[in-house]
């Protein structure tokens, strides 16, 4: 595991973006998968910026998201697939080979979780996996208990996820469950990078790194991850 911790959000969120940029030079045809939630919006914006400044090719990468709230649209606020279309896809002037977004409001989602396998069935396995971490270690909606074995999934959301959930979309929606790739898809990427800022980030990355590798933190699985990157600020970074 490679730890890169960085003074301040703003380097934390431009060192995961070069590195992101890096592994897609090296795999110009690879599948790329960027988070959604608030960690990941200096890094995307990053991102857009490498491209558009013509420091990364994507023209022969796909693109795949990580999560989303099962009943939220791509359309609603807060939800994971309106931030990759606001903030990462509606920034690029160039565009990825493909795109797939997961429609949390699909009608039918089991086809939904199943149309997330066989995109990465088709394309992955993932060059590069950008990941944020959730206040109880989930990566995705990888929530604590998650068969680790799984690819993508429908899960119930944790208590914990219930109670932050609300900074995205206030009392607008309910989410029960989150649809997410799996444990499985994300340790198969040839490079996984975890970004965490700010100080209520520092025990569950403590707990995620040191600690012991188990489903009731997720993120602690990334111990075993070939060549993974985890890039953090001071103060998510001030237990390790
Ligand atoms: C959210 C998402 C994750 C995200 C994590 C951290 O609920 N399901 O993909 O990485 O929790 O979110 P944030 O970056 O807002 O702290």
Excluded at 200 to 216: M, P, T
Aim: hydrophobic share 40%; glycine share 10%; with cysteine.
């Amino acid at each position: 595991m490679n730890l890169i911790v960085c003074k301040d959000y703003e380097e934390m969120s431009r060192r995961a973006a070069e590195l992101a940029a890096a592994c897609i030079q090296a795999d110009p045809t690879g599948l790329v998968s960027f988070p959604g939630g608030d960690t990941p919006l200096g890094m995307v914006h990053a991102f857009a910026d490498l491209v558009n400044a013509g420091k990364v090719d994507i023209s022969g990468a796909h693109y795949v998201s990580l999560d989303e709230w099962v009943g939220l649209s791509g359309l609603d606020e807060g939800s994971c697939g309106r931030f990759n279309r606001t903030e990462l896809l509606g920034r690029l002037q160039k565009r990825f080979a493909g795109v797939h977004l997961i429609d949390g409001a699909a009608a039918d989602i089991e086809a939904e979780r199943a149309a997330l396998d066989s995109y990465i069935a088709q394309y992955g396995p993932l060059t590069v996996s950008v990941l944020g971490i959730g206040m109880n270690g989930h990566l995705g909606f990888n929530e604590d208990g998650v068969d680790l074995d799984l690819n993508a999934h429908i899960i119930p959301l944790s208590e914990t996820t219930k109670q932050v959930m609300h900074k995205y979309f206030g009392e607008k929606f309910h989410p029960e469950y989150g649809i997410s790739q799996g444990i499985r898809q994300i340790m198969a990427a040839k490079t996984v990078i975890l970004i965490a800022n700010g100080s209520h980030k520092a025990e569950i990355l403590r707990r995620a790194l040191c600690g012991e590798v188990s489903n009731r933190v997720p993120a602690s699985v990334l111990q075993k991850h070939p060549n993974c990157y985890v890039v953090a600020d001071e103060a998510a970074a001030a237990k390790l």
